[in-house]
Every structure is written in structure tokens, then in C-alpha cells.
């Protein structure tokens, strides 16, 4: 089979970017055809497999790691996922909503959470990256229809504007204070299926989880998060963020704008 169309223009409505920027978060439906998915999935879990550095089973695993198998940068191991991660549907998508010239890589990252793994606590993903803006959004598809009993990714629609809470790293910790929080401040929670094809983006800032695998296959996900082209490093304020300098952004200096290899401008 060759190469699936994934870089022609997906149309985003004005509606929907108005949408995204009161939210926080969008799903989008057949963003990627049944072709496209099948063309990447085997590879994508082939890598997912290989580079896998824990076989223990869910149940030795401590919260974290029950939650999924997480491989980042795959594209680095595989020229057919590095096709996927350039889609520029994809990309021009993420400049669209976060109303900026143009994106880069920040990384990719397969999340697959087997049969039986756990829930994905509350968390926002900026805790983890030392950036100077909020122009990130992360693109999370599955390689399959994914119900919400198989742990299909939630968010809290507006929550990119509270405050409280983006201190917690992913923990049972930050699941039960989360929640406190967004209860007091009193934003809600949307939970819904993916169909195949469907991608959803959501803001670096935006609360998100995802429940347990109630199933008995895997949940397949792919993820490529994308910042604005401009980004700037800012001083690392934990130790997660100096270790995510190392894996994601290696080479860049606080104050300037991430430019390196391993960030490619991916739209325009
Ligand atoms: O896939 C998951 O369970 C969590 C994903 C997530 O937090 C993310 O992609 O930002």
C-alpha cells in the first residue's frame, strides 16, 4: 500500500477554533481515514513493542506504569512514523487552533494502556515542560474505535484557566486534588468514545484523564504534541523538567528559541 494522504488541508470552521479557545480542547471526527490508520498502526505498534523497557505485568506495576506503556519519540526509531508525525494535516490543525504562524515538534509519544491497566490521574501536561508560553497542544489519537470503558481520553472544558493544580505531578495525589478543585471552581468534565479516525486536541494547560482499561485489548494511542514555532525555553522549575530538556528539546538554552534537530518546524 502506498502512502496515505495525511498532509491535505482538514477544514477547522471558525466555530471550532472559538470553540478550542474557550475549551481548552477539541475532538475532531475523520481527521484520519480507516487507510491511514491501518498503514501506521502495525508499525507504530511493532516500535511500541521493541522499544517497550518493561515486560512486568499490570499488576506489579506501581500507578504510574499501570497506566500505560509510554514510548517517546518514536519517530527517531522509524521513518514510516516520522512520515506521521510530519502529517500535515495534522500540524496546520494544531496552528489553527492555537492562533499562531506556525508549529514544531516537541515530541511523540505512544501511549498504549493494556488490558487491565489503570486510569491516567488529572494532570496538566505543562507541568512537565519548561516553556515560556501556553501555545502547546497535544494531538491524542487511538489506532482503533476506542470506547470509554477502554480509558478514552477526558477533559475539563475551560479548565486551562485555573491555577490550582498544575503544580501536581501524576499521582494519586493529583487525581484526588484535581478533582477537588474542579469541583469547587465548577467545571465539569466531558467523556465521550472515539470513533475511528477521530483525533482530539487538547492545551498544555487543560486538565485531562483518562479511566482504567476495562477491556481485553489494548488501548493503541498515538499522540504528537506541537508548540508554537516561536517557543522559547524556560528555566526548568522541576526535576521532570530538566529531564524532559534532555529527552525532548536536547541542546536548547533558556531564553532562546527551541530550534534543534529534534524539533522540526512541521507547519508551514
Ligand atoms: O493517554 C493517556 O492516558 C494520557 C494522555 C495524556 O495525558 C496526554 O496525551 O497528554
Redesign the pocket.
Known amino acids: 500500500m502506498s502512502k496515505p494522504d495525511i498532509d491535505s488541508p482538514y477544514p477547522v470552521t471558525e466555530e471550532q477554533i472559538v470553540f478550542f479557545r474557550e475549551n481548552g480542547f477539541i475532538k475532531l471526527k475523520n481527521v484520519l481515514s480507516p487507510e491511514a490508520i491501518e498503514y501506521y498502526r502495525e508499525e507504530i505498534t511493532t516500535k511500541v513493542h521493541e522499544l517497550n523497557p518493561d515486560d512486568r505485568p499490570v499488576g506489579e506495576k506501581d500507578l504510574y506504569d499501570r ?2 506503556l509510554q514510548i517517546i519519540n518514536v519517530w527517531k526509531h522509524s521513518a514510516k512514523v516520522e512520515e506521521l508525525m510530519r502529517s500535515k494535516r495534522l500540524a496546520r490543525i494544531a496552528t489553527e487552533l492555537l492562533e499562531v504562524d506556525g508549529v514544531r515538534l516537541h515530541h511523540d ?1 505512544a ?1 498504549y ?1 493494556e488490558p487491565g491497566g489503570g486510569y ?1 490521574p488529572w ?1 496538566v ?1 505543562q507541568f512537565y515542560w519548561p516553556l515560556t508560553s501556553d501555545r502547546t497542544v ?1 494531538a ?1 489519537f487511538p489506532l482503533h474505535a476506542a470506547p470509554v470503558e477502554m ?1 478514552a ?1 477526558s477533559f475539563s472544558p475551560g479548565s486551562q484557566r485555573l491555577i490550582a493544580g498544575r503544580e501536581l505531578i501524576i499521582s494519586e495525589e493529583s487525581e484526588k486534588q484535581i478533582e477537588k478543585n474542579l469541583k469547587l471552581a465548577d467545571f465539569g468534565v466531558e467523556e465521550s468514545p472515539y470513533d475511528l479516525g477521530e483525533v482530539s486536541f ?1 492545551l498544555g494547560y487543560n486538565f ?3 479511566g482504567p482499561n476495562h477491556t481485553d485489548r489494548p488501548r493503541e ?1 498515538m ?1 504528537i ?1 506541537y508548540m508554537d514555532k516561536d517557543m522559547r525555553l524556560a528555566e526548568p522549575k522541576n526535576q521532570k523538567q530538566r529531564d524532559d530538556i534532555a529527552f525532548c528539546t536536547p541542546g536548547a538554552k533558556v531564553g532562546e528559541i527551541i530550534n534543534g534537530p529534534a524539533n522540526p518546524i512541521l507547519y508551514p
Open positions: 497506566a500505560f509519544q501511549l494502556k491516567t494532570h501536561d497535544t491524542w480509558g481520553l487538547h485531562h484523564r483518562a494511542v499522540t504534541a
